[in-house]
């Protein structure tokens, strides 16, 4: 039976395993609109700031108990140019999960979590293009352990409420 969940906000009820994502790093948002284009160059999986700051894109999975998908939260991390130079040299290679994992500090605010920006991280690419796993360091932060011990349905349609319907979600 494939996974469904009452959101904890609207009341419906969602099919599937729900992801969050972010489109771009939390230091693009900190960039003004009017001076991005000249000094970012955004694509799907990496953003480069001001020739300095190098981000990639991908993914913390949450396991959820009694089921085979995880909760994902599509995040972004910085890595230093040494790193992110192999992960372009290894971007387009269908195996490259030998390559890293890479050390980066976590460039995503996520809420409701306390706050989730530079927790250290590990990033594991992986093979056949699919976005690179980052592993939480493991400390007694909130998303580092529930990334450590899982959750439960509940705490999935909580988390979607949350992101998805913040202003009607209650604390």
Not at 6 to 19: F, L
Not at 132 to 145: Q, V
Request: glycine share 6%; aromatic share 10%; hydrophobic share 35%.
């Amino acid at each position: 039976m494939p996974f469904s969940f009452k959101c904890a906000s609207c009341g419906e009820i969602h099919e599937g395993m729900p992801s969050l994502d972010a489109d771009a790093p939390l230091s693009y948002y900190s960039i003004p609109e009017e001076e991005r284009e000249r000094r970012c160059d955004l694509g799907s999986d990496d953003c480069v700031i001001d020739e300095k700051a190098f981000y990639v894109r991908g993914c913390i999975e949450i396991p959820v108990h009694g089921q085979p998908d995880p909760f994902t939260w599509g995040v972004w991390v910085s890595l230093s140019l040494a790193s992110y130079t192999e992960w372009v040299r290894t971007f387009e290679q269908a195996k490259r999960a030998h390559a890293g994992p890479f050390f980066g500090w976590l460039n995503a605010s996520l809420a409701p979590y306390p706050d989730t920006v530079n927790l250290k991280t590990r990033v594991h690419l992986r093979d056949d293009g699919i976005r690179p796993a980052i592993e939480l360091e493991p400390t007694d932060h909130p998303l580092a352990m529930e990334q450590r011990n899982g959750i439960c349905a509940a705490r999935v349609a909580q988390l979607y409420a949350l992101a998805v319907h913040p202003a009607d979600s209650p604390p």
